[in-house]
């Protein structure tokens, strides 16, 4: 691998790069808005931090470790990234042994005497309470299943936590605030963003952390990967983050989590987690993709023989697009639950005030057919032995900024806008070049396989390691989304 100093390295990714504002660190300077650098950037720790490398659970981490471990080296060594495909390998599917959830889902389908949703398939395979692939396990890294992008560079979760920091000054720099994270993983962009923002105690001291998260074995996670400690008053137990002192509070869904205080939500690869309704058109119109049981008692893709009661939210997501759009597609893919959650958020916000940061890999327009599965970064079957791989289909952001703005005339919707212009704009040239400033060989290219990885596009040009963990670019396939409350004005950096 070429090995190079700090500004070389950027000048020769820099030319390759697509989307706009990354073009080059000077151009990423000319695009910062005025009030994030440098005040925000320079105050940030120039040494690069461990985060949890990707095959050891967060909760074995050593504190000591911190200031002098790798920022990430461990986390870069995965490349397959779940948003390349679309069309999943066809092959035999028939599970070897039924394990619980395989028996559970087969007894909904025998006890309906029909078919289910491909959406009731996906919330049961994902989110099942007893065996569900969330539920209990830690699914990411390089021996779980996938790498999401505060896994794989610091500077994710830091430059998310700048945002942050923003909008909470437009807000007017309130004394409390809600930071809501939806679906927070193992916690690391949380805690990239505490550590990150720790020198502005303004702010950390305004914190009440609200983690929405479904696995309690994820939560268990999150709570080592923030530090976390239970204080006693009495019979009064809080849990506090030790990276910044907030205090930090789980929920199984959003609408369980206190309202009246100013809001800052984010929600990183969790829409495309939520339960697709998958439509094909057919002779008699459209028609709802269904999971059935055949004869061998493998499960397999029916289309149902009768209108379902989902085609309510095909029609309401054909109301938000073109005729011309609509005649070319085969396919639709509809998610009611991101609908639903959009709707709370953008009412949340209209009566609290504050904003929302939405970041997943999708289109800014309707999805055809994107459902995939990931196991140990390989694709697999939909219906390959159901609970033990990742399912997640495009995020349709047209149909988020619709169910935002129906809920209130209070809010505005901002973007989508790539990954690459997002971080751009925020400063990653800046980030890199100060982190580049203070590290060794090892870690400044680990520090450039993440840059490439986070707004890069396509294969990372100058990978000499082994060829099936080149680093994919996201910069591109990702997009972020804003829902503001006007109040504010125009989010940083969607003006
Ligand atoms: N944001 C993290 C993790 C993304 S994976 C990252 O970028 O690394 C999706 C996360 O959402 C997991 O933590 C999963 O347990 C959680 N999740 C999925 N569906 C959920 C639901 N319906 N309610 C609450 N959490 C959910």
Redesign the pocket.
Known sequence: MFRSPAAALLRRLAPRLSGGTVGSASSARRTLPPHIAPSVLARFSSTPTSSPPPSSSAGERDDEAEDHELPGAARLSISVDRSGLCTPPEHSHEPSSDSELIKHLKSIIKFRSGPISVAEYMEEV??NPQSGY?MNRDV?GESGDFI????VSQMFGELIGVWAMCLWEQMGQPEKVNLI??????G??LADLLRGSAKFVNFTKALNINL????PT?QKVQYNTLRCEDEHDGDEKRTVSKLCGAPVYWH??LEQVPSGLPTIIVA???FD??PIHQFQKGSRGWCEKMVDLAEDSSFRFVLSPQPTASLIFLSKRCQWASSEELEKLEQIEVCP?AMEITEQIADRISSDGGGALIIDYGKNGIVSDSLQAIRKHKFVHILDEPGSADLSAYVDFTAIKHSAEEVSDDISVHGPMTQSQLLGSLGINFRVEALMQNCDEKQAESLRTGYWRLVGDGEAPFWEGPDDQTPIGMGTRYLAMAIVNKKQGSPVPFE
């Not at 999401?148 to 896994?151: A, Y």
């Not at 994270?181 to 193992?186: N, Q, S, Y």
Request: proline residues 7%; contains cysteine.
């Open positions: 994902l989110t969330y990411f999401t992008s505060p896994e994270e939806l679906g927070p993983g193992r690391t962009l929405v998260e479904c696995s994820l199984a869904s990183h690869e969790f987690a939520l639950k």
